[in-house]
């Protein structure tokens, strides 16, 4: 389930979305009473959806479902394997384009990690608030060098706005599928 709160970046949604902006507040106000404008640049990144705060300290990133080994992977842990960096465009068809460098650990390596069964299928990324998911296909996923869990922008870690502490990104696929504020992999 894709809910526009989060993300307005499907081109079959737009109309929807300009409708849903005007019907909504044009800023996101943070919990320290930080007011930043939607669909403007913050960071080198256009701001879209509601910040979720998140405590980088008592942060996991789960990994559950068709998997050898459920995984619990903290803030750390993530930032302990090996990244890559990856020169992407972030783009939201009708409303802006974001390009940079992106700072991250490859899907399929911590898919590895947890060890999928055989007959997984899809995958399903999930906000850490439970409101916005995505999913892919488990083959494209083991292929794409360009899907990562990301938790650097520019050379900067991601500000809250921007989807702190990870994110997923996908190269080569519509903004809508960059799932912000990671919570959840879960393998069907």
Known sequence: MNTPGH?????AATLLAILLLSLFSVAATTAHGQEFERNTLFD?????GSPVDIDAATY????TGKVEREL???FADIQDMEAVERRLLLEC??????VGIWTGVPVRTILNLAGLHTDAKTIIFVSA????RTRFPVDYLLQSDDTLIAYRFEGRQFHRVHGFPVRL?????????WVKWLGSIIVE
Do not use: K, W
Request: net charge negative.
């Open 72 to 74: 619990s992977l903290s």
């Open 7 to 11: 993300h307005f970046c499907r081109p």
């Open 93 to 98: 068809p009708g409303f802006f384009t974001d």
């Open 44 to 48: 080198g990144l256009h701001i879209t």
């Open 169 to 177: 990104v996908a190269g080569g696929r519509e903004g809508s599928d």
């Open 60 to 63: 996991r990133l789960a990994v």
């Open 129 to 132: 608030d439970n409101i916005y």
